[in-house]
C-alpha cells in the first residue's frame, strides 16, 4: 500500500520545480529578445517584441498555474494572442510602406 | 528530502537527454520509437499505482503532473540555446543574420507553443492546450510575415 500523501507531494514538486525552472529559461530568452528589440532596424525591433510577448505571456501562464494568481492567465492569453496577431499586421504594414 | 533528490536527478536526466540530442545533431531515440514508448510507460505507471491501491483520479494527476515537470524541464535546454544564440549573433555577421535571427525567435515560439499544448494535455488543463494551439498555428505566418517585410525593406534600401 503506498502514501497517497507521499505520492501527491512528489509529484507537486516535480511539476513545481520543472515549471520554475522553464520560466527561469524563458525570462533568459526573454532578455535576449529584450536585446533584439533595442537594436536600430524597425522590423528586427518587431521580431524582438514579438518573442518578448511569448516570453512574457508563458511566464505569465505558469505563475497562473503554479501560484494560482488567477488574472495572470488573462493578461498571458492577450499577450500571447494579440502580440502574435499585432506581429503579422504590423510586418505586412512595413513591408507595404517600406517595399511596394 | 527524498522529493528533493528525486527532483534533481529527473530533471538532470532529462536535461541531459535533449542536450544529448541537441549535440548530436539528430534524434537519438527516433520520435515513432520514443512517443509510443513514452505512452506505455504512462499507462504501466498508472496501472502500477492503481495496484498498490491509489484511487484512478490521484494515480493519473500524479503521473501527469510528473511529466508535465519532465516536459517543462526538456523545453530549458532550447530556451537557453535560443538566448545564447540571441546574445551570440550581432549585426557585425552582416544584413542576413535577420533570418537566423528570426528562426531563433521561431525556436522560443515553438517551444513554448509545444509546452503549453503537452503541459496541458497532462495537467488536464484544456484552456492551456487550446491558447496553445492557436499560437502554434499563428507562429509560422508570425515569422513568414517578418522575414517578408524585412526582405522587401532591405530591397527597397539597396535601391536607395
Known amino acids: 500500500m503506498m502514501d497517497v500523501a507521499l505520492l501527491t507531494e512528489l509529484a507537486d514538486s516535480v511539476f513545481f520545480w520543472g515549471a520554475f525552472t522553464f520560466m527561469i529559461a524563458v525570462a533568459i530568452a526573454g532578455l535576449g529578445a529584450l536585446r533584439l528589440a533595442l537594436k536600430g532596424e524597425a522590423v528586427t525591433s518587431l521580431m524582438g517584441v514579438s518573442a518578448l510577448t511569448t516570453a512574457a505571456g508563458v511566464s505569465l501562464y505558469i505563475i497562473q498555474i503554479i501560484f494560482e494568481v488567477e488574472f495572470a492567465r488573462d493578461t498571458a492569453i492577450a499577450l500571447l494572442v494579440l502580440g502574435a496577431v499585432g506581429t503579422i499586421i504590423f510586418a505586412r504594414l512595413f513591408r507595404m510602406e517600406e517595399g511596394e | ?160
Open chain 2, 1 to 160: 528530502m527524498i522529493n528533493e533528490i528525486f527532483v534533481i536527478l529527473y530533471g538532470l536526466a532529462v536535461i541531459a537527454f535533449v542536450a544529448w540530442n541537441i549535440k548530436k545533431g539528430t534524434f537519438v531515440i527516433e520520435p515513432s520509437k520514443l512517443i509510443p514508448s513514452l505512452i506505455i510507460v504512462f499507462v504501466l505507471l498508472v496501472v502500477f499505482l492503481i495496484f498498490n491501491g491509489i484511487p484512478f483520479d490521484t494515480a493519473i494527476s500524479v503521473v501527469g503532473k510528473i511529466g508535465a515537470g519532465g516536459i517543462m524541464f526538456a523545453g530549458v535546454v532550447p530556451m537557453i540555446g535560443a538566448a545564447v544564440g540571441l546574445f551570440r549573433f550581432g549585426d557585425e555577421y552582416g544584413p542576413n543574420i535577420f533570418y537566423a535571427r528570426n528562426h531563433i525567435t521561431g525556436v522560443i515560439d515553438t517551444v513554448a507553443s509545444l509546452v503549453m499544448i503537452f503541459g496541458g494535455l497532462l495537467i488536464f488543463r484544456l484552456d492551456l492546450v487550446a491558447v496553445g494551439f492557436f499560437f502554434f498555428v499563428l507562429i509560422p505566418f508570425c515569422g513568414n510575415a517578418l522575414a517578408n517585410a524585412y526582405y522587401y525593406s532591405y530591397q527597397r534600401r539597396l535601391q536607395k
